[in-house]
């Protein structure tokens, strides 16, 4: 079992930047790779960004807006994201692919205001 906590969302205005963590415990040996994807009310789930256990990331359209990161030593994944939207508006759910399967934290919401 691996367990992921999301920290870091709050409210930015637009055009602003904000950074939010993703930590793992338990089972953190049997991790592939993390990753963030996002819901917006009423939308479904997509993907914002991937990075493996080898440290290649993977993005979904965001114009180059938005980096993934990670610390190993703190086995915690990081999102930066710049130059917001107000579409960027979501909860953003962090995502743990393991050789257990896939784990997925709570969320942490992100509201860009115009």
């Known amino acids: 079992q691996v367990q992921v906590v999301e920290s870091g969302g709050g409210l930015v205005q637009a055009g602003g930047s904000l950074t939010i963590s993703c930590a793992a415990s338990g089972s953190i040996f049997s991790i592939n790779a993390m990753g963030w994807y996002r819901q917006a009310p009423g939308k479904q789930r997509e993907l914002v960004a991937t990075i493996t256990d080898g440290g290649t990331t993977g993005y979904a359209d965001s114009e180059g807006r938005f980096t993934i990161s990670r610390d190993n030593a703190k086995n915690t994944v990081y999102l930066q994201m710049n130059s917001l939207k107000p579409e960027d508006t979501a909860v953003y759910l962090c995502?743990?692919?393991?050789?257990?399967?896939?784990?997925w934290g709570q969320g942490t919401q992100v509201t860009v205001s115009s």
């Open positions: 995502w743990c692919g393991t050789t257990y399967g896939n784990f």
